[in-house]
Every structure is written in C-alpha cells, then in structure tokens.
C-alpha cells in the first residue's frame, strides 16, 4: 500500500469533504501546513505539465492530493516538487460535479493514481467510503484500465488523446 497525503486548507464544506472522511478511516494522513507535504511525494498537480503514469510507481514512496483553493497556492510552493503528475482525462462522479472532466473530487483523484500506478484494490478501498466510489469506477472503467496498461507519461497521453 502507497501511503496516501493531503494538504488540506478547510475551505470546504467539511460534511462533504472526502479527505476528512478517509482520514477517519484511518487510510489519509492530513497536514496541516504546505510545508509538511514530503518533497518526495508525488503530488498530484493539474498544473504540471507531466502526466502519472505507471512507470512512476518505481519511485513513489507517497501520493499527496492537494485538498485546497487554487486560487490562494502560491504556484512558487508547487516548483519545488519534482514528483508533480497531472492526471489525465478522467469523468468525475462525484455528486457536485457529476459528468464534469477533469473536475474530481480528492478521494476520486488519488484512485485514480494509485490505479494508474498498480494499486487497484488501495484504490477500491478508499473509494468504498464515498457512496459515490463504486460509480467512479464505472464511469471511467476503460481509460483506468488502459492508462494502467501504458507504458510510461507518453503512452498515458496517446490514450488520452483517444477519449479527448
């Protein structure tokens, strides 16, 4: 199991918050300060310009989702990870942004990673905590599994173009 991270800022509602609720569950460590995130994590970053992929999982030691505004991150404090990844094209099921791609919510966008990276049944068990995990997985059933298959960032950037 890949030890999961976040960041969270509490800007949101924490009733839907679905950091707060894996991290009661045990299966998210939570800091409270930017400065906390492991410089060796891989941080999932929509910003970068590098996308996950499975040849990835031979370094990674953490993932960390970034549970915050956007709006307020200074980007400076994200240039000083080299493990930063974007996720490709993906459809969020969650109840606020249903149907929307690209817009996911914190527990769907680390099983997305950890699927990508080898991890499928961490993934399927953090997502067991939301009633909306199960959809995720068939909502995106096909690009996981092929992004999972890939090779490396390119091979991850040619299925994507497939479903763009």
Do not use: H
């Amino acid at each position: 199991m890949i030890p999961l991270i976040s960041y969270r800022d509490n800007t949101c509602d924490p009733r839907k918050c679905t950091i707060k609720r894996l991290e009661r569950y045990g299966f998210v460590r939570v800091v409270p300060t930017f400065r906390q995130v492991p410089k060796g994590t891989l941080l999932l970053d929509p910003t970068s310009g590098v996308v996950i992929s499975p040849a990835d999982r031979r370094w990674v030691r953490s993932v960390t989702a970034l549970d915050c505004s956007w709006e307020v991150l200074e980007r400076e404090e994200l240039s000083i990870f080299r493990g930063r990844r974007a996720l490709p094209f993906l459809v969020a099921a969650n109840p606020v942004n249903f149907g929307k791609p690209f817009v996911l919510s914190s527990v769907e966008a680390l099983a997305a990673a950890l699927i990508i990276l080898g991890e499928r049944e961490q993934a399927e068990l953090i997502l067991s905590k939301v009633p909306f995990g199960i959809r995720f997985l068939e909502v995106n059933a096909e690009p996981l599994a092929e992004y999972a298959a890939a090779v490396d960032s390119a091979g991850v950037l040619s299925v994507q173009a497939e479903y763009l």
